[in-house]
Every structure is written in C-alpha cells, then in structure tokens.
C-alpha cells in the first residue's frame, strides 16, 4: 500500500521555526517588490474626505501716522526766501489775493504739513527794483532752484524739509496744476494775482524729513 505523503499543516507542526522563517522571508521580499513598482496602497487620512479650509493671509501695509499742521513760515536759503505762510479758508479770489499782501499762501483744499497729498503755497514774484510792499517778492528767484535744492516749511512746532525735484514755467494759458494725493510733496508757485493769466513759474519738491524746533 502506497504511503500518503504529509500534509503541509503536519509538517507546519512538525517544523514551525523554519516555517516562520520562510514566510516573512517571502513576505518581506514580496514587500520590497510591490514597492519598487509603487503598488502599495497609499495611508489614508482621518480627514481625506472633508474639504481643506485655507485661511486667508492678510498683509497689512504700514501705515503713516498723521499728524496735520498748518505751515506759518517758508524758509529757502538759496533763494534767500523768508516768508510768513497764511492759511486761508476760503477759495473766492478776493480772500485769496488779500492772503499775499502779507507773504506766501497755502491754496485751502491742499494738503496741510504732516499729511499724504501735496501743499500747495503761492506768492508773488516781482523783477521791480522798487517795491513798497516787500510781499510782492516772496517767492523771488525760486525759477534760480535746482534739483536737490532744500526747502523748509514750517509749523509752530515742526520744520518739513522738501528736496526740489523740478522748476518749470507754466504756460500763461495753464490752469490746472498737478497735485498728487499719494506720497508727499510741495508745490510753489509764483503768480501776480489768483485771476492773471500771466506765466508763472512751477517748483515741485518731495518730502524728505521733520525736525522739532525743540531740539
């Protein structure tokens, strides 16, 4: 009679630590090879079925602190200008020519010192030899500036000092002049009278530094 050769579950008994052996060889060469080919399954998140929610990132510009002041005094070495700066409130003419009689005027809807936007101050100019009246040459010889030339306006606490940046002369028909709201700047013009259409020069300067009259 033939003898039935032994199952594999006698001889797992039989033989269980070559058994062992032989199966997590197999299992770990079986392993290396399914991930060679990168056909392991991928690890699933708790939260891989719920919507990713992202923050929004917000980016806060720096802002300039402001601190409006009205300039009473313009001072320009080079030009050997030393003018006394009136604030009107009012853009009627008659009220803006009146501001000149004493020095140079700031234009009322222009920006104040220490604000963003750009001031704006006028003042007459005269290439009379005799003049009773020594406001009618405030703003004589700003046309000589150059570009880096240091202007000086001053609050009853604080110096603004401007760098120039351009002097022009407008055309005599010319009635809008450019006044930037970002940034700040000075503008100076020279002008007979607020109605004259007569050619005027144009200095532009930007902002460069306070000092306290403290110091």
């Known amino acids: 009679m033939q003898k039935r050769k032994p199952g594999v579950i006698p001889q797992i008994v039989r033989h269980p630590i070559s058994f062992s052996v032989s199966f997590f060889v197999i299992f770990f060469l079986m392993l290396a090879f399914l991930s060679s080919v ?46 006394t700066v009136a604030n009107p409130v009012s ?36 290439n009379l030899a005799v003049v009773h009246n020594k406001a009618y040459k405030t703003f004589n010889n700003i046309e000589k500036l150059k570009a880096g030339s240091v202007v000086s306006v001053y609050s009853d606490t604080t110096e603004y000092r401007y760098k120039v940046t351009g002097v022009r002369l407008a055309d005599a028909s010319e009635d809008v002049i450019q006044l930037p709201k970002t940034g700040r700047h000075l503008v100076l013009v020279t002008c007979d009278n607020f109605t004259s259409k007569s050619a005027r020069f144009v200095v532009t300067a930007d902002f460069v530094g306070t000092y306290s009259l403290g110091n």
């Not at 003419?93 to 704006?120: F, I, K, N």
């Open 91 to 126: 853009t009627k003419v008659s009220v803006l020519d009146a501001s000149l009689h004493s020095g140079a005027a700031r234009y009322p809807t222009s920006a104040l010192l220490g604000t963003s936007g750009t001031v704006l101050l006028f003042g007459h100019s005269s």
């Open 38 to 83: 990168d056909a392991l399954p991928e690890k699933t998140s708790a939260h891989s079925n719920a919507t990713e929610v992202q923050t929004p990132v917000v980016v806060k510009e720096p802002v300039a602190i402001e601190n409006p002041e009205a300039p009473v005094r313009i001072v320009i070495k080079s030009a050997g200008v030393d003018a």
